[in-house]
């Protein structure tokens, strides 16, 4: 099972990106995915989860209105769309799964996050500055 993040770069404020997370070695329609970052010096966090079904997505209150979530699982990758990106956008940005096929989005903003997602890849690093 494998899930690699891509295209991070160097952007200016105000500026987009689109990430891209290819999954492997399971069906990514039964699994609920999120996108995760860490900024230099803190915590990882949850900003983004879509879980299946229905398509429910969810987004920390960082990222709302300018971060999109999506899925296609016909070619097993998930996206993040970031719009109107600010310095404080700067991270390592990683992309999971819920560790079982029963597992939304209910925890992915949660402190045992750990517990509930994985595996995680190297990330891709996303700079915002002028």
């Known amino acids: 099972v494998q899930l690699q993040a891509s295209g991070g770069g160097l952007v200016r404020p105000g500026g987009s990106l689109r990430l891209s997370c290819a999954a492997s070695?399971?069906?990514?329609?039964?699994?609920?995915i999120a996108w995760f970052r860490q900024a230099p010096g803190k915590e990882r966090e949850g900003i983004a989860c879509a879980s299946t079904g229905a398509g429910v997505t969810r987004y920390a209150d960082s990222v709302v209105g300018r971060f999109t979530i999506s899925r296609d699982n016909a070619r097993s990758t998930v996206y993040l769309q970031m719009d109107s990106l600010i310095p404080g956008d700067t991270a390592i940005y990683y992309c999971t799964k819920g560790l079982r096929r029963s597992i939304g989005c209910t925890y992915y903003s949660g402190a045992s996050y750990y517990r509930y997602y994985g595996p995680w890849g190297q990330g891709t690093l996303v700079t915002v500055s002028s």
């Open positions: 070695g399971f069906s990514l329609d039964e699994y609920a």
